[in-house]
């Protein structure tokens, strides 16, 4: 029988929550997060860039990005290791309330040694009397409310493209 | 780390299991009655959880007790550190970047009033 600290139950072992609060106005908070120059300011790890080749930003909308190694250190690393410099990412909105609530499905698949999975991301921002709280909480594991919202998402995309061939 | 980690225990009934053993070794009966789901979903769940290194199962008469294995759980904490790192540097640039373009309104503010 292995002893199992307290409060480290499966439940909150798989998530994670961050937290912080920024002087600065909350539409500048949103455009970080939703435009092509926000991401590719802030998104890429250190030694990485990041560009957007496309973005999307409402339920089942996709953002589609390059990320590419630019530091010679983490490049040469890589080369060793026989991994590609550069690669594509793909994350999937799932929620969109301008400027407070963001949520999207993508695949945590760049840290060395981990396999490609879905994590859920969801962002918070509310404007609060310190600055502006932004409050981000990951999920490794899909329950069945966001499996049928991303499927809803979905649902979506298909009746537009339905409607679009048929038009 | 494998990706089935978190796939085994993306079930609810299964995080049930796993929750309900987390007070020690157990007969499958004795979690029927804690997860009260029927004996076959229960057995299936266990077997899913002893495939994927969750539990391990030693036989006692006509019974079979179930127990967890620590290496999944110390791969999930291994995961949820890395990826706390990762964002938690995110977070940093975040801020800067914020500040960034703070600092450029103000300058062009300045240039505009002078």
Known sequence: MIKHPRGMTAENRRRIRLERTYQAPIEDVWELWTTKAGIESWWGPGGFRVVVKSIDVRPGGKLEYVMEAVDPEQIAFMKQSGMPTAHDATLTYVEVVAPTRLAYVHAADFIPGVEVYDVSHVIEIAETADGVRMTLTFDAMHDEHWTNMAKAGWEQELDKLGRALTT | ?114
């Open chain 2, 1 to 114: 780390m494998h990706a089935d980690v978190f796939q085994t225990l993306a079930d609810p009934t299964r995080r049930r299991i796993v929750e309900a053993l987390l007070t020690g070794e157990q007969a499958v009966n004795d979690l029927v009655e804690r997860v009260s789901i029927h004996q076959s979903g229960v057995s299936r769940h266990l077997r899913i959880l002893h495939d994927a290194g969750f539990v391990q199962m030693r036989p006692k008469g006509a019974q079979r007790l179930y127990s967890l294995r620590a290496e999944p759980f110390r791969e999930l904490d291994e995961w949820v550190t890395a990826y706390r790192k990762l964002w938690e540097a995110r977070l940093d640039r975040f801020g800067e970047e914020l500040e960034k373009r703070q600092r450029a309104r103000a300058a062009k503010r300045k240039e505009g009033s002078s």
